[in-house]
């Protein structure tokens, strides 16, 4: 049986604490037979060598990043088997700096992210007045728009917390329902995944990513799932795990897959 926790970050990322080795002795201790490492890519898109240090490493620390994690690997094999992953932001028009940044690493998975809608972060504390600002239904399809560009890119496989902009409580707005439909259809038609993530539930919004409706939706249409606490502390590995794993059995889901060397697995639940 795989018992799974497939995103947690590390303190590179600027905004996460602890070793990263602790990380991986939680997830032990939670009885997680696999854990997917999966820190924030350096910010490729934006200029100067080190634009947000609270917000992701530099380039400079990705190979130590690396070299951690497949030590880490060999440190606890036999025990849990740790992945190694990274988180990267989608952001269009930059889909080859990506592409030339992940090739020279052996990545089990990459998890394909929005964080960046409309020339701002959609989730960074007080992102939420931006709702009240620019109109939440243009955040939202935006977003999605956006969404569906990057599971159709090819880069990634696996869409990170797929409903994002509810972060501080604004709900998908009914009017953008065809852009969520786009966005699902378009990860479906790429045979990427989709993680079920208890980060929503430590949010304001204190909901699973994806909703229950949403995720209802994404396994109809075919999506496969992965489960996720996007751990920035390693007392949150498996945080949550219970929650999720039953919102996906409520959502239909029979099974869930794992990844390494980026190849797909599916397990029954
Ligand atoms: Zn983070
Ligand atoms: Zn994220």
């Not at 964080?115 to 243009?138: L, T």
Request: hydrophobic share 45%; proline share 6%; aromatic share 8%.
């Amino acid at each position: 049986m795989a018992v799974t926790d497939y995103h947690v970050h590390t303190a590179r990322c600027g905004h996460a604490g602890g070793a990263t080795r602790d990380y991986v002795l939680h997830g032990l201790s939670r009885g997680l037979t696999e854990i997917a490492i999966t820190d924030h890519v350096p910010l490729y898109f934006l200029p100067g060598e080190d634009p947000d240090p609270g917000l992701a490493m530099t380039l400079g620390e990705l190979p130590g990043y690396v070299e951690e994690v497949l030590a880490l690997r060999e440190e606890f094999r036999g025990r849990i088997d740790v992945l190694l992953g990274i988180e990267a932001d989608y952001a269009e028009g930059h889909e080859e700096a990506l592409a030339t940044l992940l090739a020279p690493y052996d990545w089990d998975v990459v998890l394909g992210s929005v964080h960046f809608v409309a020339g701002d972060w959609i989730d960074a504390p007080g992102a939420g007045a931006r709702h009240e600002e620019e109109g939440s239904a243009n955040l939202w399809n935006e977003y999605y728009r956006l969404l569906a560009k990057a599971a159709s890119s090819g880069l990634f496989d696996v869409m990170t917390h797929f409903d994002l902009p509810k972060k501080f409580g604004h709900h998908r707005p009914p009017e953008c329902e065809a852009a969520e439909d786009a966005a699902v259809a378009a990860t479906r038609a790429a045979g990427v995944a989709v993680e079920v993530s208890s980060a929503g539930l430590r949010k304001q919004v204190a909901e699973q990513y994806p909703g229950p409706v949403l995720l209802s939706k994404l396994v109809a249409a075919g999506v496969p799932v992965v489960f996720s606490s996007d751990s920035h502390a390693p007392a949150e590995v498996a945080w949550g795990r219970e929650k999720v794993v039953a919102a996906a059995r409520a959502a239909g889901a029979t099974e869930h897959v794992t990844y390494r060397k980026r190849l797909r697995t599916a397990h029954p639940m």
